[in-house]
């Protein structure tokens, strides 16, 4: 038997993956299960056969983690990769003769929408739609990952990129909710990470750390700017040519969603919400308990994925806080949005993890956040 297709064995090996998830066989199944999954099926698959819907049964049904097992294990194993599409008997009812006889292994399932337990591999669409209903949560979880390509030129004078691979971290669900969307759901996302590891993006890398560059300074002047009128949120994060919202593929960019970040005015002392379709961190989302800045706690909270840490730990720091530039793996300083009581200066991380209060003018790195 050629070693596409899984041999006698192999169906029972994954048959034994997939009881945990099994509904009608003793196994957990359990709410949004996909149907189904069966003998017949699996073997029709070792034996490299089509499979249309009548082989498909009805008396065992694999819930979603289930599902997703079966993708990751079946998946390369068919017709040296035939693609696997779930779709509800209708939708498979009124495909053409054509459709059906394609090289598609079609799983049929319950006419209720179940999606996979990995974000990549749901639509922006999709993410968008269980976003606003407020069920991301029943499927994914604070520290999920999705991956996305940046495209773009960043910034008139910064780099390009071309296809660069990034994972948006979920960082919070219905974060601060009464606060930053009452009323609507949320689903907060940090870029971010790659592969596990912290990464930043630099706007200006020939004039990173000095004075002398605009893309990533907060503000390239010396006017006592807020947040909401400073350069870095106007034109770096939100402008519509060269800044970080540009660089952002268009199927994301058609979900995203605002929320109001609350920040000091330009007074330093009171504080404001923005309108923000993307932003930066602040000192009290990240270490609420130790910030300086005591005005933001009581329009803030921290992030839960930064929550239950011990934010004075040097190692803790290193781990969640430091960051390396994207394109070039070299450590970074990255701005956050909290503004020092010095009405040019504000605060950002360190190489190491820990917090700095440097000149507004200043060309760092940033790691903003976006929400769908």
């Known amino acids: 038997m050629s070693d596409q297709y899984l041999d006698e064995r192999g169906v029972q090996k994954l048959l034994e993956a997939l009881k945990p998830h099994i509904e009608g066989a003793g196994g957990g ?10 003998n017949n099926l699996l073997a029709a698959i070792a034996k490299g056969e089509y499979v249309p819907a009548e082989a498909l049964g009805t008396d065992l049904f694999l819930n979603t983690p289930g599902l997703d097992t079966f993708y990751r294990y079946i998946g390369p194993r068919v017709s040296g ?26 799983i049929l399932t319950d006419t209720t929408r179940r999606y996979p337990t990995s974000l990549n591999l749901m639509s922006w669409e999709d993410i968008s739609k269980i976003s606003a209903d407020g069920t991301f949560k029943n499927y994914f979880k604070v520290g999920d990952t999705k991956r996305i390509y940046l495209n773009g030129r960043f910034y008139s004078d910064g780099p390009t990129y071309s296809n660069v691979p990034l994972d948006l971290l979920v960082v919070g669900i219905d974060h601060n909710q009464e606060m930053e969307s009452p009323g609507e759901h949320r689903v907060h996302w940090l870029a971010g990470t790659l592969n596990g590891t912290n990464v930043c993006l630099t706007p200006d890398p020939t004039n990173y750390s000095t004075e002398a560059g605009t893309g990533g300074a907060i503000q390239p002047t010396t006017d006592i700017v807020s947040w909401k009128t400073s350069s870095m949120f106007k034109t770096v994060l939100n402008n519509t040519n060269n800044s970080f919202m540009s660089l952002l593929p268009e199927d994301l960019s058609a979900v995203m ?5 609350s920040t000091y005015r330009e007074d330093k002392k009171t504080m404001e919400f923005v309108e923000s379709y993307v932003s930066l961190l602040s000192m009290g989302e990240l270490v609420g308990d130790v910030t ?17 840490k011990t934010a004075v730990d040097l190692a803790w720091r290193a781990k969640y806080l430091a960051s390396i530039d994207i394109l070039t793996n070299s450590t970074k300083t990255y701005w956050l949005r909290t503004s020092y009581s010095n009405s040019l200066s504000w605060y950002s ?24």
């Open 29 to 38: 199944g359990g709410v949004g299960s996909v149907s189904p999954i069966t």
């Open 349 to 372: 991380v360190n190489p190491e993890g820990t917090f700095s209060s440097l000149s507004q003018r200043r060309s760092y790195a940033i790691r903003p956040l976006v929400f769908t």
């Open 81 to 106: 990769g035939t693609p696997v599409r779930a779709i509800t008997k209708a939708d498979y009812m009124a495909l053409s003769d054509l459709e059906k006889d394609a090289d598609v292994l079609y």
């Open 257 to 261: 969603k605002s929320v109001l970040k």
């Open 292 to 308: 300086p800045t005591w005005n933001e706690t009581l329009t803030q909270q921290t992030y839960e994925f930064f929550k239950n």
